[in-house]
Each structure stands twice: as structure tokens, then as C-alpha cells.
């Protein structure tokens, strides 16, 4: 028998014996029918225990366990996927109190990220120890709650899909930035934290007739422009900027396009939009 059997069947034995002791009250005081409630007693207990049996082929006291921690403990419970750890972001997030409550991590995302972590290939390798570093960086953090969630979901074997129904089922947010697996959690009704739209809107803003100082990196696409990067990785294409690669210069800016990947910035080496026209 394990556990939940003997939980149940003693319950149910304590209630049965309970039940036939009261039924059996009126017997012993107006008949004193002593053997009638004796076998009255005993047939309510049996019942019971029976009854407390079967049950706990249906009833799990992990489960039990399990609903009653989520309600009493876990604030806004919050879980995380397999890329967004690798991304590690999310730690520095935690660190400066941006995200508070509860991150939960499922047992089979973290046995993803240890499969990661002990490939051949040196560069899967080092995303997964990168994410046991961020994992073990966000556990000791004092702003939230960290747990591990043993619950699965055998029945569904893609990763993705299981992630989702266990978000669905905690009632929590997935924080991830996989395209796909953003698309499912949509579908499903899945609130969802991106984290490549957050980077995107705390990006700082850019406007036209702005002067930014600027490294030219590379030459662009069309002739005679040239490519410089934001601190943040956003790409500026500066005009008549090829004579400039190698060098840092000013940039004024005379337009700002916002693409669904992001921002692209254009502008012009100040010098050169400083330049007066003559007419002919």
C-alpha cells in the first residue's frame, strides 16, 4: 500500500466507525442492542475503508499537497523556459526588483537544460552552463521565490506545449522569448512576458535632428553608406558614411523606421548635413 492508500483508508475507516456510532445511538439508549450495533459499527467502518481505498486510486496526497502550497504560498506565479534562461536577462531583472512574486521552473525545463549543458558541442555546452549559472544566480535572490515544479504532464511529449498547459494550469505567466513558443501560449490563452518586446520598449527613444556620436563599423548596402550600432544593438545606417568606417563621428539623425524586429535609425555625418547648398 503507499501512502495515499493508508491516508484514505484510515480516513475513511475513522468516518465509517464515526457514521455507524451515531446511527447506532437510539439502539443502545431506548434498546440496548449491543451486538445489532456492534455489527452496525463494524459495517460502516468496512465500508468506509473500502470506500477510502478506491479513492485513493484517483486522489494523490502529492496532488493535495501540491493545490494547497499554490494557494497559500505561491504570489503570482511566473515560470520559466529553457531560452530565456540561456538569454539571462531574467537574473538581472530579479536582482534590480522589476519581476517579484514567484518563478517556478518545471522539473522537465530544467532536465532540458542539463541535457544542454553535457553536449559534445562546445557551443550548446556553454548556453547550458550559462543558464545553470543564471538558474543558480536567480535562486539566491532575495526579491522573489524560487521553486522547482515536479508536476508533468506524461501524456504530452513536446516540450513547448507541456510548458504551456502547466502555465495554463498554475494560472501563471510564462516568461520566454521564443517566438513559436509565444504563438502557442497565445492560442492557448497564456499570458506571456517577452522579453525581446521588453528590451524593445525600454530601448531609449531616438529622434529626428538628434546628433549622436558614433563609431562606423562597415559600409551599408547602397552605395557609399556606412553602418554604426546603438549601445543597445540598434542598428543606425548613416549616409555618406563610408569614408568614415573606423572612425567616430557625429550623426544627425532624420529618421527613425520601426520594423516588426525592431528600430532602424538613418542619419548623416554631421559635417556633411552641415554643409551649406549653393545655388547654381
Do not use: C
Request: glycine share 8%; proline share 5%.
Amino acid at each position: 500500500m503507499n501512502s495515499s492508500q493508508i491516508l484514505f483508508g484510515f480516513l475513511g475507516l475513522f468516518f465509517g466507525i464515526l457514521t455507524g456510532l451515531l446511527l447506532s445511538i437510539p439502539l443502545l439508549i431506548f434498546y440496548d442492542l449491543k451486538f445489532i450495533v456492534f455489527s452496525i459499527i463494524t459495517g460502516f467502518g468496512y465500508a468506509g475503508a473500502i470506500f477510502g481505498l478506491k479513492k485513493a486510486q484517483t486522489i494523490k496526497i502529492a496532488d493535495i499537497l501540491w493545490i494547497i502550497k499554490k494557494e497559500a504560498i505561491w504570489e503570482e506565479p511566473k515560470i520559466l523556459d529553457t531560452n530565456v534562461l540561456i538569454d539571462g536577462r531574467i537574473a538581472d531583472l530579479v536582482e534590480l526588483g522589476f519581476i517579484k512574486g514567484t518563478l517556478l521552473i518545471p522539473r522537465f525545463v530544467l532536465k532540458e537544460i542539463q541535457y544542454i549543458a553535457d553536449s559534445p558541442d562546445p557551443l550548446r555546452r556553454a548556453k547550458g552552463r550559462r543558464a545553470l549559472d543564471v538558474l543558480q544566480k536567480i535562486k539566491s535572490a532575495e526579491k522573489i521565490r524560487f521553486e522547482i515544479v515536479e508536476k508533468d504532464i506524461p501524456e504530452i511529449k513536446e516540450v513547448d506545449i507541456k510548458l504551456v498547459e502547466i502555465t495554463r494550469i498554475l494560472k501563471g505567466t510564462l516568461i520566454t522569448n521564443d517566438l513559436n513558443l509565444i504563438k502557442i501560449a497565445q492560442l492557448r490563452g497564456v499570458p506571456v512576458l517577452n522579453m525581446n518586446e521588453l528590451a524593445q520598449a525600454m530601448r531609449p527613444p531616438v529622434l529626428p535632428g538628434e546628433v549622436l556620436k558614433l563609431f562606423i563599423v562597415k559600409e551599408g548596402k547602397e552605395p557609399e553608406q556606412g553602418v554604426a550600432y546603438l549601445d543597445d544593438g540598434t542598428m543606425v545606417v548613416v549616409e555618406e558614411g563610408k569614408q568614415y568606417i573606423g572612425k567616430t563621428i557625429d550623426v544627425v539623425i532624420h529618421s527613425v523606421l520601426q520594423t516588426g524586429t525592431g528600430r532602424m535609425i538613418f542619419g548623416k555625418p554631421k559635417a556633411e548635413a552641415s554643409e551649406p547648398h549653393h545655388e547654381v
